[in-house]
C-alpha cells in the first residue's frame, strides 16, 4: 500500500520558484477522448471495447463582468451545470447561493431555496415540489424517482427525513451526525445501501449536571439501532456500509473501530489524538480518515491494521481523498490560499496562492479519476483539474462543487 510521504511538502520551497502549471488547454491534450490506434500498415485497429464513460460534472455561480463579487456584489447571479467544462445547465438566483443549497445527482442539477415560509426543491431549474418551514439539506438522494432528504431545522428545531417532500420521520431534538459536504458518501448524510437508506442523529441525555449523547442509527423512518450515552465513550462517526454499522469511537484513551458487535482496538502511537475523524469507504473497506497533531500536523487515512497514507505537513491539507490504491489532496496556506494539488507524490499544479478551494465538495476521488475545482484568487481564470489534466476556464464567479459520474 502507500508508504509515508512526508517529503513532499518539505520540497515545496524549492517548487515555489518555478512558473505556475496551467494553460488555457489540458497539459496532455483532450483529457476526455483518445484517438483510434493504428497498425504498423497503417490501417485503423479494430478498436477495443469502450469501458463506461466517467464524465467531471462542475457547479459554478456567475455574475455580470460588472459585478464585484469578492467585494459582496451578488446581484443576477447563475448557478452554472458544467459537464467536462460546457455548459449543460443555467439556472437565476436570487441573492448569493450557499453551496449546500444545490447538488449534482447522475447529470442534474438540484436545487433548494427558501421563501415566503416555505422550502422549494427543484431540478435543473424545474420546480418539483414545496412545503411549510425551513430545513437545511444534510442528505439528498435520489432513488427510482424518489427524492429523499434529510434536513435539519435551524435553531434547534430538529431533524425531518421525507420522500418527496412528504414528512416520514422527525425528532424535535434531533442533531444529524453528518453534513452535507461528505464527499466519499453519495447523499451526503445518508449511507445508500442495497438494503435501504440508513443515516445517525443524535439526542441529549441529561443526568445532573452532565450531558452525554445517544446516537440512534435509523433504515428510512425505523430505528435500526440505538448506541447508549456514555460519558466514557466519544463517538467521533457512525456509517452504514454493505450492510454493517461502523463506529469510529475513544473509549478512555484507545480510538477503536466498531464493526458489528466487534471492538477492534486500532493501532494508534502513544499519546497520538486524532482530530476530525471520520468514516470514508476504501475500495473493498472501510478507513478511518483525519489529522493528529504530533508536535506537526499529520493527515492521514488508516484501515483496522493501520495506516494507509500518511502526510506530514506544516500547511493545512484539504482535501485528502482516495480510490482504490491512490489518493490525492489540496494543501493551503493558512489564509486559504492553494499552495499545490498532488496525485499520489506528483506535484499536478504549484498554484502560489492563485487559486482557492470555495468548498470541500470542490474535490473528488472516484470511479479512478482525481478532480478538483481551483477559483482563482483574482481576476476570471479559474481550473479544473482531472487527474494530471488542468483546464482553464473564464467567468465572473466561482466554483462550488464536483461530481464525477
Not at 303 to 330: C, E, W
Not at 372 to 398: C, M, P, Q, S
Amino acid at each position: 500500500m502507500c508508504k509515508l510521504i512526508r517529503w513532499v511538502l518539505f520540497t515545496l520551497a524549492v517548487l515555489s520558484c518555478q512558473p505556475p502549471l496551467f494553460d488555457s488547454q489540458p497539459r496532455s491534450g483532450n483529457p476526455y477522448h483518445s484517438d483510434a490506434g493504428r497498425s504498423a500498415a497503417g490501417k485503423p485497429e479494430e478498436p477495443e471495447p469502450a469501458g463506461p464513460q466517467v464524465s467531471l460534472y462542475a457547479t459554478a455561480v456567475c455574475f455580470p463582468d460588472t459585478v464585484d463579487w469578492r467585494a459582496g456584489g451578488n446581484s443576477e447571479a447563475m448557478l452554472f451545470l458544467l459537464k467536462d467544462g460546457d455548459e449543460v445547465v443555467r439556472v437565476p438566483m436570487s441573492g448569493r447561493p450557499e453551496s449546500y443549497r444545490h447538488r449534482i445527482i447522475r447529470g442534474e442539477l438540484w436545487t433548494d431555496h427558501y421563501e415566503q415560509g416555505q422550502m422549494v426543491v427543484s431540478c435543473n431549474g424545474e420546480e418539483r415540489f414545496r412545503f411549510p418551514g425551513e430545513e437545511v439539506f444534510n442528505g439528498f438522494w435520489v432513488v427510482d424517482g424518489q427524492l429523499y432528504t434529510l434536513g435539519q431545522r435551524p435553531g434547534g428545531g430538529g431533524l425531518c427525513f421525507r420522500v418527496n417532500g412528504q414528512e416520514r420521520f422527525s425528532s424535535e431534538s434531533g442533531v444529524l451526525l453528518n453534513g452535507p459536504d461528505e464527499v466519499e458518501w453519495d447523499g451526503g448524510a445518508f449511507c445508500i445501501d442495497s438494503s435501504g437508506i440508513y443515516y445517525t442523529y443524535r439526542v441529549p441525555v441529561r443526568k445532573q449536571e452532565e450531558v452525554n449523547w445517544e446516537y440512534r442509527i435509523m433504515k428510512e423512518d425505523q430505528v435500526e439501532k440505538v448506541v447508549p450515552a456514555s460519558a466514557d465513550c466519544q463517538v467521533y462517526d457512525i456509517r452504514v456500509w454493505n450492510g454493517t454499522i461502523y463506529r469510529f469511537e475513544r473509549r478512555g484513551k484507545e480510538p477503536c473501530l466498531v464493526k458489528g458487535e466487534t471492538y477492534i482496538t486500532l493501532p494508534f502511537p502513544p499519546g497520538e489524538v486524532p482530530h476530525y475523524c471520520k468514516l470514508v469507504p476504501g475500495g473493498n473497506r472501510i478507513l478511518m480518515k483525519g489529522y493528529s497533531y504530533t508536535p506537526a500536523f499529520t493527515y492521514w487515512l488508516r484501515d483496522q491494521s493501520g495506516t494507509v497514507v500518511s502526510i506530514g505537513s506544516t500547511y493545512v491539507l484539504r482535501d485528502l481523498v482516495m480510490d482504490g490504491d491512490q489518493y490525492g489532496y489540496v494543501s493551503e496556506y493558512e489564509d486559504g490560499r492553494v499552495l499545490g494539488v498532488f496525485f499520489g507524490t506528483e506535484v499536478v499544479l504549484l498554484a502560489n496562492g492563485r487559486f482557492t478551494l470555495t468548498s470541500s465538495r470542490c474535490v473528488q476521488f472516484r470511479k479512478q479519476t482525481f478532480g478538483v475545482a481551483l477559483t482563482a484568487a483574482e481576476g476570471k481564470r479559474h481550473l479544473l483539474i482531472r487527474d494530471r489534466d488542468t483546464t482553464a476556464l473564464r467567468f465572473n464567479g466561482y466554483f462550488t462543487s464536483i461530481q464525477i459520474d
